[in-house]
């Protein structure tokens, strides 16, 4: 079963705009991550939030995370076009699990 | 190697017969992990090796599906009885971590299995 689950399911932007994901959950969780997925490609992980974080930065990646609402949000600033990809939120509720992803297509 | 490497990229097998995928690990990497995905969803969890034990195989739908890891390093995940429902991608990944579910995992670009 997947726990996290990611809205919207696409998302279509211009280069130079903001991006921005969410992913609600079931369970209480320990952390919560972020993976970026190229078309057939295996995953890369960019961020990990821990269930006692509110936020956290990676370069152009902003994590948030509210563990009352038991949601997530990814932000993309001044996204580019290699940015276009499928990015899914996974929670360690026993094993890793993912959501169904966003896909996300950045236009040049 | 610099990264997780899985072969064969892709496989067409037919209905019935027997497949083995393979996973190459990162080096000095003790955990290994299988996952299965679907098209347009998320990868789904198989089975965990901790060294050369299956510390997890929860996720293996059914007596099909076997993986096994005998020195630690690379896996197999065996498929009996292919059905057409086996098709997706399987990835596999590597944490220096262990656990079921590490800090960061890294994953290979996986084996794409059509069962016709």
């Known amino acids: 079963s997947q726990q996290g689950e990611e809205d919207p399911q696409a998302l279509s932007i211009q280069e130079g705009e903001n991006a921005t994901m969410n992913c609600s959950y079931k369970?209480?969780?320990?952390?919560l991550q972020w993976y970026r997925q190229n078309s057939g490609r295996g995953l890369v992980h960019l961020i990990l939030?821990?269930?006692?974080?509110r936020e956290k930065h990676s370069g152009r990646l902003r994590v948030t995370l509210d563990t009352s609402k038991k949601s997530s949000s990814l932000l993309i600033t001044a996204s580019r076009a290699a940015d276009t990809a499928s990015y899914f939120c996974?929670?360690?509720?026993?094993?890793?699990?993912f959501g169904s992803g966003t896909q996300l297509t950045v236009l040049p | 190697g610099a990264g997780v490497s899985q072969t064969p990229s892709n496989k067409v097998t037919e209905k019935g017969k027997y497949v083995e995928l393979r996973c190459d690990p990162i080096?000095?990497?003790?955990?290994l992990y299988w996952y299965r995905q679907s098209l347009g969803q998320g990868p789904e969890f198989l089975i965990y090796?901790?060294?050369?034990?299956?510390?997890?195989d929860s996720g293996l739908p059914n007596d099909r599906f076997f993986a096994v890891r005998p020195e630690g390093s690379v896996s197999t995940l065996k498929i009996q009885r292919t059905e057409r429902g086996d098709s997706a991608v399987y990835l596999c990944?590597?944490?220096?971590?262990?656990?079921?579910?590490?800090?960061?995992?890294?994953f290979g670009p996986g084996t794409r299995l059509t069962v016709l």
């Open positions: 369970t209480s969780i320990n952390n």
């Open positions: 080096s000095g990497h003790t955990a």
């Open positions: 996974a929670t360690d509720e026993g094993q890793l699990t």
């Open positions: 990944a590597s944490s220096p971590e262990g656990g079921r579910a590490p800090d960061t995992q890294y």
């Open positions: 090796f901790q060294g050369t034990g299956a510390a997890d």
């Open positions: 939030i821990r269930s006692n974080e």
